[in-house]
């Protein structure tokens, strides 16, 4: 009886016990180890991972397949056989990942950053790689056919004979990283192919079809184009500036953002509101040309000749103007900032065309073929300034104001002084040898051995 009663015992117990055991268990794995054994990584699976900062983490061999790594922070991330198909790593900063032997089928790779990164031996095939950033990233071995490469930059990657790209891209690949003059290219497939900064001179570009390629920075002179070459209307004008010399071209409000026109002859053309942000122009000839109100914002215009050229207005801020010949050019109201390049003598007369000057030292400046049209330099102290072939008058208006300005032994040889206010001016000792003085005001004026133009008015 004794017996019977403490097996009976025995199985209430587990009968209660038991199912508590199990309770706490499950409790136990839910809060403490079920994120640990199904943790990601290794378990990443559809996992959200949206715009977090996992340069740190390992996900070397990974089951990352569809996960959602949009704008994730990647850099430098272990990722070498990861497996990643149909992941969205759309805009995501892979510089330096280590991708190797990673599967990519058909992964949303759209505006990555794959600057240096390790993707040797890795399957990218189906994947969409537009306008992703592949400069010095190892695609040796790598499986990359069918692969949107459109407007990728491929300068520099590092490509073998096991690499398995699509021939069109092969071509830009070598284009941009092996430059080469007389390339040809005739009937090439380069559509959307980004070719910046690529060597394009003397190559043979009949039948290619360059529609929307990027040629920002691209060297276009001398290459053969024809009817049968498609290329858009922006480039095709570089294109036709580089190779067919022609003064005065009408080129108001034209699209010329980094373009490459280096020694381009735009002698007075009309570029009126053009767009030449961060455009090339060293050492282009821009004589005689209206550059009103456009946009040279970091522009490069090293030693170009700027002679005459009107740039009222234009937008210069972060250009480079060095050793560029501004004699007689217009930079009234242009926009010129401390990042702009720009010889310390053309910076005064920009200050001095923009600003008033009145009653500024200026004793000594050199500011000769300066157009300083109507500038405000009344009581200036001008004393032994180089003012030769100086512009200060305005056409239609009243001149520049030297009133009370001290002029002694300045140098005005064949300044332009029209309708100039130079009442009360002290012109003691100065050279107005062939200036143009007339409707001139010198009433007040000292000239006790000056050097006047014949017929000049006398004070």
């Given amino acids: 009886m004794l017996e019977r009663s403490h097996r009976q015992r025995i199985w209430l117990a587990a009968m209660i016990g038991l199912p508590s055991l199990a309770l706490v268990l499950a409790c136990t794995y839910v809060l403490f180890l079920r994120d640990r054994l199904g943790a990601c990584p290794p378990d990443c699976k559809g996992a959200d991972l949206r715009d977090r900062p996992l340069g740190g983490v390992d996900f070397s061999g990974a089951d ?23 992941a969205n790593l759309e805009g995501s900063d892979l510089r330096g990942a280590d991708l190797r032997g990673a599967d990519l089928r058909g992964a949303n790779l759209v505006g990555v950053d794959l600057t240096e990164a390790n993707l040797s031996a890795a399957d990218l095939r189906g994947a969409r790689l ?29 490509v073998d004979g096991a690499t398995q790209l699509d021939a069109r891209w092969r071509t830009v690949w070598e284009i941009v990283s092996r430059p080469e003059s007389g390339r040809p290219l005739g009937e090439a497939d380069l559509r959307e192919a980004y070719l910046r900064d690529a060597t394009l001179t003397g190559a043979d570009l009949t039948g290619a079809d360059l529609t929307g390629a990027d040629l920002t920075g691209g060297r276009l002179s001398q290459a053969v184009v024809d009817d049968t070459t498609r290329i858009d209307p922006k480039w095709h004008t570089v294109w036709d500036i580089l190779t ?23 002698r007075d053309a009309d570029l009126t509101g053009a767009d030449l942000t961060d455009a090339n122009l060293r050492l282009a000839d821009v004589q005689g040309a209206t550059l009103r109100g456009a946009d040279l914002a970091g522009a490069d215009l090293y030693e170009a000749s700027l002679l005459r050229a009107d740039l009222a207005g234009a937008d210069l801020t972060g ?30 007369a920009w200050e ?38 100086a512009n200060l008058t305005k056409a239609a208006l009243a001149g520049a104001s030297l009133a009370g300005a001290d002029l002694r032994w300045a140098n005005l040889a064949g300044a332009d002084l029209r309708d100039t206010d130079l009442r009360d001016t ?34």
Wanted: overall charge negative; hydrophobic content about 45%.
């Fill in 64 to 86: 990352l397949r569809d996960a959602n790594l949009y704008g994730a922070g990647l850099r430098r991330a272990s990722m070498a056989g990861a497996q990643l198909s149909f």
């Fill in 130 to 158: 537009r306008g992703a950033r592949l400069p010095a990233a190892d695609l040796r071995g790598a499986q990359m056919r069918g692969v949107d490469l459109a407007l990728a930059d491929l300068r520099g990657a590092l």
């Fill in 244 to 266: 067919n010399v022609a003064a005065g071209r009408a080129l108001g409000g034209a699209d010329l953002r980094g373009a490459d026109l280096r020694d381009a002859y735009l």
């Fill in 319 to 348: 250009a480079n103007l060095t050793g560029a010949n501004l004699m007689g050019a217009v930079l009234a109201d242009a926009l010129i900032d401390a990042a702009t390049q720009i010889d310390e003598k053309w910076r005064l």
């Fill in 352 to 389: 001095l065309a923009s600003t008033s000057g009145a009653g500024r030292d200026l004793r000594g400046v050199n500011l000769s073929w300066a157009t300083l049209p109507g500038a405000d330099l009344a009581g200036a102290d001008l004393t032994g300034a180089d003012l030769r072939s």
């Fill in 426 to 459: 002290d012109l003691t000792g100065a050279d107005l040898t062939g200036a143009d003085l007339t409707g001139a005001r010198l009433e007040g004026a000292k000239v006790a051995g000056a050097t006047l133009p014949e017929g000049a008015p006398m004070p």
